[in-house]
């Protein structure tokens, strides 16, 4: 079972930039892809990105391709969640997950990070 920790919320002005990073612990960690997830108040659970076990592929949902960038360092079992031009609409708390499958997560998940967007 791995363990999940994510970070680097906050709150930001429209236009503002936040990273977020997702430390894991308990198991390999290079062997999955990775995924960054969101849920808005009253939504669902959504896909955001995700990233293969050797940072080679990543994959984006329409709503945030061109501003936000994911990346791993497999040697701080970390994956990160750069996220430029925020929009209101990205506020939502952010989940990694260690198990991403056709943009769903099978692994565990963190506590999440809440990232508030101002307008």
């Known amino acids: 079972q791995v363990q999940l920790v994510e970070s680097g919320g906050g709150l930001v002005q429209a236009g503002g930039s936040l990273r977020l990073s997702c430390s894991a612990s308990?198991?390999?960690?290079?062997?999955?892809?990775m995924g960054w997830f969101r849920q808005a108040p009253g939504k669902e659970r959504e896909f955001v990105a995700a990233?293969?076990?050797?940072?080679?592929?990543?994959w984006y949902a329409d709503s945030v391709k061109g501003r936000f960038t994911i990346s791993r360092d497999n040697a701080k079992n970390t994956v990160y969640l750069q996220m430029n031009s925020l929009k209101p609409e990205d506020t939502a708390v952010y989940y990694c997950?260690?198990?991403?499958?056709?943009?769903?997560?099978?692994?565990?998940w963190g506590q999440g990070t809440q990232v508030t967007v101002s307008s």
């Open positions: 997950n260690a198990e991403v499958v056709a943009q769903r997560g099978f692994g565990s």
């Open positions: 990233i293969s076990w050797s940072g080679g592929s990543t």
């Open positions: 308990g198991r390999t960690f290079r062997s999955f892809n």
